[in-house]
T-cell receptor, first 114, second 111 residues
Framework: NAGVMQNPRHLVRRRGQEARLRCSPM?????VYWYRQLPEEGLKFMVY????????ESGMPKERFSAEFPKEGPSILRIQQVVRGDSAAYFC????????????FGPGTRLTVT | SQKIEQNSEALNIQEGKTATLTCNYT??????LQWYRQDPGRGPVFLLL?????KEKRKERLKVTFDTTLKQSLFHITASQPADSATYLC??????????FGAGTRLFVKA
């Protein structure tokens, strides 16, 4: 039973480029959460999605960031025109139902903007 | 806004001793608290959940307490081992779908 999968594990982008981070939730899970973690800081909630729906995006920056979770395929976190401040670890988590307290995390994608 | 505070200083203890980590929260009264373990370069792993009506929860060598008056949770690892060395995160859900995480406390267990 594969866990939450994220790819790529490491991503290097130049300022102004686009970054696409992918997350495949655990089998049977249809609820996905994205978090950002800066060094020495806690995980910051970004967005919660169900299949084909964004439920809560209160943690997402208003510009350049978007997320989707299509009917088929992985969830995508997209960052347009990246800046150095976007460098961080981005984690995806999934759960089997809403309000299920325990979240299962992927290994993260480490984004470096040069 | 809701906040979680964990001791930012690393905790260094000797193998076999009990490690105690503290989590304090403000501006909210969560119905439950969660504890996660995170190793370097990896995602957090769920350890324990304690509800507001539970004073204490145990799982093997782990014990969590929840004091809603003090707005505090304590996380204990008894008979600690070097393999317990990691960062431990406290978290709570704000009632919707948003989970707030503390910055974590790094634990080092020396053999």
């Amino acid at each position: 039973n594969a866990g939450v999968m994220q790819n790529p594990r490491h991503l290097v982008r130049r300022r102004g480029q686009e970054a696409r981070l992918r997350c495949s939730p655990m089998k049977g899970h249809s609820h996905v959460y994205w978090y950002r973690q800066l060094p020495e800081e806690g995980l910051k909630f970004m967005v919660y999605l169900q299949k084909e729906n964004i439920i809560d995006e209160s943690g997402m920056p208003k510009e350049r960031f978007s997320a989707e979770f299509p009917k088929e395929g992985p969830s995508i976190l997209r960052i347009q025109q990246v800046v150095r401040g976007d460098s961080a670890a981005y984690f995806c988590a999934s759960s089997p139902e809403p309000g299920f307290y325990e979240q299962y995390f992927g290994p993260g994608t480490r984004l470096t903007v040069t | 806004s809701q906040k979680i505070e964990q001791n930012s200083e690393a905790l260094n203890i000797q193998e076999g001793k009990t490690a105690t980590l503290t989590c304090n929260y403000t501006n909210y009264s969560p119905a439950y608290l969660q504890w996660y373990r995170q190793d370097p370069g990896r995602g957090p792993v769920f350890l324990l959940l304690i509800r507001e009506n539970e004073k204490e929860k145990r799982k093997e060598r782990l014990k969590v307490t929840f004091d809603t008056t003090l707005k505090q949770s304590l996380f204990h690892i008894t008979a600690s081992q070097p393999a317990d060395s990691a960062t431990y995160l406290c978290a709570f859900n704000t009632g919707g779908f948003k989970t707030i995480f503390g910055a974590g406390t790094r634990l080092f267990v020396k053999a």
